[in-house]
């Protein structure tokens, strides 16, 4: 392997991390640097997800190597990367229209706004703003469906 072969593929995992860590960061209400069950289950009923308290138990249970009855970062890694190996693109999807709630197949700034601020209090505007500047590849104001799936398959 090329020396730029390696320094692209440390690039790819740095994004991924920080990908995952913005991502533990929504799950991450209260910033405290844990998810616990309500906020597990709270951003799974925000993406029409509903698993019942038994269910958040455990799959809690499942991630929680340390005991402590919360999902650290390290575990939230664990889960990240043992999801790769499962159909993303359905999950990202059902994301897209849990956060389409006028369903026109766009996600609008308004839509996005509320959603992020919804699930993540802890972000500010300008964090929310650069997130759909980011993800608006044609400029036009609305993240689109494929622009969606294009920037969180990376």
């Known amino acids: 392997m090329s020396h730029n072969q ?3 593929t440390i690039y790819d995992k740095n994004h991924e991390n920080e990908i995952f ?4 960061e929504i799950f991450d209400r209260n910033n405290d640097g844990s998810i616990e069950a309500s906020e597990f289950k709270f951003v799974l009923n925000n993406l029409n997800m509903f698993p019942t308290d038994l269910e958040i138990d455990e799959m809690i249970q499942q991630l929680d190597l340390n005991n402590d009855g919360t999902i650290d ?6 889960l990240m990367k043992e999801l790769q190996h499962y159909n993303i693109p359905n999950a990202i999807s059902a994301a897209f229209k849990g956060f389409d709630k006028d369903n026109d197949s766009k996600l609008s700034r308004t839509e996005l ?8 209090d802890n972000l ?3 964090d929310i703003n650069e997130i ?15 622009e969606f799936m294009d920037y969180f398959a990376e």
């Open 124 to 126: 500010t505007d300008a």
């Open 73 to 78: 970062f390290n575990e939230f890694l664990i």
């Open 21 to 24: 860590k913005e991502a533990f």
């Open 132 to 146: 759909i500047n980011e993800i608006d590849t044609n400029n036009d104001g609305f993240i689109e469906y494929q």
């Open 6 to 8: 390696d320094s692209n």
């Open 113 to 120: 706004f509320d959603t992020f601020k919804f699930l993540a």
